[in-house]
C-alpha cells in the first residue's frame, strides 16, 4: 500500500513559482512511476509529468520549459517546481504512484494550485 501526501500549493500571481511536494510512504526507489495530474473545475483529470524509477521525466507538452519533476530519495518525496505560472494553471494538483507498471492507482488527496492577479 502506497499513501501519498501533497503540499505546497497556495494562490500566486502570473509569472509566479510554486513548488509543490508529495511525501511518499515506503522508499520510492521501489516504485516503478511518479506523477503529477491536476484537474481544472469541469475538466478532465490531466497527467502533467511523470519521472520512473530510472530517473525519465516527460511532461504535458503545456507545461514544457516551465514544469520541472524531480525527487529525492533520501527524503522519499517527489517535487513539481512550477515556474512562469499562467491563469490557466489553476487546478487542484495530484500526486500518483505506479508502483509495479501497471497504472497509476495510487492518490494523494490533492491541493489547490491557483494563478490569479
Known amino acids: 500500500q502506497v499513501q501519498l501526501a501533497e503540499s505546497g500549493g497556495g494562490l500566486v500571481q502570473p509569472g509566479g513559482s510554486l513548488r509543490l511536494s508529495c511525501a511518499v510512504s515506503?522508499?520510492?526507489?521501489?516504485?516503478?512511476?511518479m506523477g503529477w495530474y491536476r484537474q481544472a473545475p469541469g475538466r478532465q483529470r490531466e497527467l502533467v509529468a511523470t519521472i520512473t524509477s530510472g530517473g525519465i521525466t516527460d511532461y504535458v507538452d503545456s507545461v514544457k520549459g516551465r514544469f520541472t519533476i524531480s525527487r529525492d530519495k533520501s527524503k522519499n518525496t517527489v517535487y513539481l517546481q512550477m515556474n512562469s505560472l499562467k491563469p490557466e494553471d489553476t487546478a487542484v494538483y495530484y500526486c500518483?504512484?505506479?508502483?509495479?507498471?501497471?497504472?497509476?492507482?495510487?492518490w494523494g488527496q490533492g491541493t489547490q494550485v491557483t494563478v490569479s492577479s
Open positions: 500518483a504512484a505506479d508502483p509495479a507498471g501497471g497504472g497509476f492507482g495510487y
Open positions: 515506503g522508499s520510492i526507489a521501489n516504485i516503478n512511476a
